[in-house]
């Protein structure tokens, strides 16, 4: 099946108000940035965005969030977008801190048909026992605090129970990609992508470089087409418009 769309505009024009994204990305390495500047274009608001973090004040998710178009976020990371922690602590947005490694698991067994799984990770601590601030009031009281988790004692040690993922969308980046949705990631974009992309109900990834069916290896595919929906190629200016996240000069 060719799942080729030539319009990133056309690949994300289903994509409705209030709809759970799962976004591909690790600080703005592998960031699905052209998916992203569509939607942002489409007008669609009132989104939750599962992502590692929300990109730059101006790039990634960063745009989304600076339009005031996302309404809750499930992240492992603030990092260096000041309009996310400011919008945060004015009770602007409501944020769910995930541990990363739980935050992958939870969108890997999204993908994997697991509905839940014990991790040690957040044991003893507010992860576990709840009262996590979720949402801020304007006053700077807690609105919305997370709930407790449920705690089993196994094997001599206790383990937190934590749920899975699954967005209703998934928008993801991969290096090289074929017209049946094999992709194949660089590097770090590794991280994230193939764990955002399983989580999807319906997924679509755009590609720095389209290649033939057949034309990947099949050792080398990082991801099967069997979780991408459509693939959009970038042409050479948006597959090289890369951002540094910071700059250091001695």
């Known amino acids: 099946m060719d799942k080729v769309r030539w319009s990133a505009a056309d690949a994300v024009a289903d994509i409705p108000h209030g709809a759970r994204l799962a976004v591909g990305g690790f600080g703005v390495c592998g960031v699905p940035a052209v998916l992203i500047d569509a939607l942002l274009d489409s007008g669609v608001s009132d989104l939750e965005i599962v992502s590692n973090n929300c990109g730059l004040d101006d790039f990634g998710l960063g745009k989304l969030l600076s339009a005031g178009r996302i309404r809750r976020m499930v992240a492992s990371y603030v990092g260096e977008n000041k309009e996310f ?3 945060y602590l004015a009770g602007e947005l409501e944020l769910e801190l995930t541990p990363q490694g739980t935050l992958a ?11 839940a799984f014990y991790t040690a990770t957040g044991v003893g601590t507010q992860i576990a026992d709840g009262g996590m ?3 801020y009031d304007v006053d700077g009281t807690v609105a919305v605090a997370s709930p407790p988790k ?7 040690h206790e383990y937190v129970l934590e749920e899975a993922i699954v967005a209703d969308f998934a928008l993801v980046r991969a290096a090289r990609g074929d017209r049946h949705g094999n992709l194949v990631f660089n590097k770090s974009a590794r991280n994230f992508n193939p764990l955002a992309a399983m989580s999807g ?17 099949p050792d080398e595919i990082h991801l099967s087409g069997v979780f991408v929906h459509r693939v959009v190629p970038l042409d050479p200016r948006q597959a090289t418009d890369k951002r540094i996240e910071r700059k250091t000069v001695r």
Do not use: K
């Open 201 to 217: 109900r319906f997924t679509v990834a755009e590609v720095e470089e389209l290649v033939e069916p057949g034309e990947l290896d």
């Open 85 to 87: 922690a400011r919008q």
């Open 150 to 156: 449920e705690v089993r004692l196994l094997g001599g």
């Open 133 to 135: 601030p979720w949402r």
């Open 105 to 115: 698991e939870r969108l890997r067994a999204g993908g994997s048909g697991i509905p």
